[in-house]
């Protein structure tokens, strides 16, 4: 049969590669064309186009790129009518995905979405979209299967979050070669600013204004990999602070505690067990049209997961260096490190299901025949 798959970030990229390694394996004729970054290229398949020419975020920042977007869409359209997949598959990317898949239901596609758009954060009306436009949805966080059911009467299949077993897996791997980053006795702390150029920009300023209350600690960059080394070299003159690209979980399994922007990195961070500060900062204008229209007493999956306040969150004018600086020490003391490290665990119990590459392909495979 023949996939068409949408991730538009490192994440997507992630979790699109794990579910083409399952499609393959369960259907050796698969033929594969999408929209993603290097670990799906890797996987097999034709790439259309890498997720870094996608990358924008917050509102205004998609406002002023608009020409960019609507001709990624237009381009996208065309490609697909060229195709003729017996299958759409749309990972996450709800902004993007979302519109497409509206069009190619129309056109008659078979729409299939991975990772649910999060309209229990904002935009709930969407559910008249989902409802109208997908063929089957499958959702990733415990209390997301309750909440399409018991809110709006819209069944879907739970599978789990597919970080679980790809983390548990690297959890267990035994190292080789430690990167020379890595080679020290001094604590190491981990810096995951995103793995998007505007908010890396906005978060790593904020960042570098805490290392020098640290002299006895190591600050490690977690380098994204749809950006180039070159890049960071901005933020790395500092001589207390080194990088790793494309090596974030490696970081993490040395790494004494964490500074995070939010999203999947979050998560990723308490499944390696690394006690964590989750900051955020979008521009101005993007931060008070969100502040109206998303209802979340959260920002991290962790915290939403787990329905209170397990790490603490530094929001726009409450991130700053000196607000960072404080919350770090916090995260030196034993007592509060156990009760992080118990929370991260009642996470992992929490979300249950593994195995969720294999069960959506499955499931994908089994509703085409």
């Known amino acids: 049969m023949k996939y068409y798959i949408i991730a538009g970030e490192a994440s997507g990229d992630l979790h699109g590669s794990n579910l083409m390694l399952s499609l393959l394996k369960q259907d050796a004729a698969a033929e594969i064309r999408f929209w993603g970054g290097d670990k799906m290229a890797a996987a097999g398949g034709s790439l259309v186009k890498h997720y870094k020419e996608l990358a924008f975020m917050g509102f205004w920042e998609v406002f002023i790129n608009l020409r960019t977007v609507l001709g990624n869409i237009s381009f996208c359209k065309k490609d697909i009518l060229d195709f003729q997949p017996d299958v759409m598959v749309y990972i996450d990317y709800p902004g993007f995905n979302m519109r497409i898949a509206a069009w190619a239901k129309q056109q008659g596609f078979c729409n299939h979405y991975y990772i649910s758009p999060q309209i229990w954060a904002w935009k709930e009306n969407r559910i008249k979209k989902i409802k109208r436009d997908l063929d089957a949805l499958y959702v990733i966080l415990p209390f997301e299967k309750d909440y399409f059911w018991e809110k709006h009467e819209y ?151 787990m329905d209170k306040e397990i790490v603490t969150e530094l929001i726009q004018e409450k991130c700053t260096a000196d607000s960072i600086q404080q919350e770090l020490v916090r995260l030196s003391d034993p007592m509060l490190r156990e009760k992080i490290l118990q929370n991260y665990q009642k996470i992992e119990q929490k979300i249950g299901h593994t195995n969720a590459s294999e069960q959506v392909a499955q499931f994908i495979i089994a509703k085409l025949k």
């Not at 229209?293 to 997961?305: A, E, P, Q, T």
Request: proline content about 7%; overall charge positive; charged content about 20%.
């Open 155 to 305: 069944s879907v299949e739970y599978v789990g979050h597919p970080l679980v077993d790809v983390i548990r897996k690297e959890r267990n791997q035994k190292e080789v070669n430690i990167p020379i980053e890595l080679q020290t006795e001094q604590p190491i702390i981990a810096l995951l600013p995103g793995s998007r150029k505007q908010e890396i920009l906005k978060m790593m300023p904020v960042f570098l204004n805490v290392i020098n209350a640290f002299p006895d600690y190591r600050f490690v960059l977690a380098g994204a990999p749809g950006l180039d080394a070159e890049w960071y070299k901005q933020f790395t003159n500092h001589p207390s602070v080194y990088m790793l690209q494309n090596q974030t979980y490696t970081l993490l399994k040395h790494s004494f505690a964490a500074i995070v922007t939010s999203g999947t990195a979050t998560l990723e961070t308490a499944l390696f067990r690394v006690p964590q500060l989750v900051c955020y900062k979008s521009s101005p204008i993007s931060y008070a049209i969100a502040k109206r229209i998303i209802k979340l007493k959260y920002i991290s999956l962790v915290n939403l997961i």
